[in-house]
């Protein structure tokens, strides 16, 4: 399960799993299930309802691009013996899961992953949404914007 399957990270790690022949379950909130259902999962379940999560089958890893209380809500169904791995912190109750193998996921460069990623987006197989391009000299209002919340990535071009 990738939870943040809407986000960029979230929809790399799902295009990553896929190509790694992963059956993929994208977590996200209600609002964004139309959205989650191009980013390649096999399935699409939302995080902030507690009847879906209680559903879930046991999960044989979780990667996590949220944390919080949705972290802890996910743990539990992980398999002893499963993975959690998330971008963000562990889920307070992860002392809980002795079985559970905790993952702190941070980036690397890596020049051979980001020409594969690059290639994956110039192809249009990993699409990460853009919902405003700015010129470079506006780089001050980019991240004015982005501090405030705006949804999609901005971009600066030259």
Sequence with gaps: MVVGAAGSVGRSAVFTAKERGATVIAGVLKKQIDDAKSVGADQVVATD??????NLPALDAVADTVGGRTAEKLIAKVKPGGVYASVVEAPQNAAQYPSVKMVHVFSKFDRKTLEFMAEAVRDGKLV??????LPLSEAAKAQATAEKGASGKILLVA
Excluded: L
């Design 128 to 133: 990460i949404p853009i919902s405003q391009k």
């Design 49 to 54: 309802d507690d009847t879906a999560i209680a």
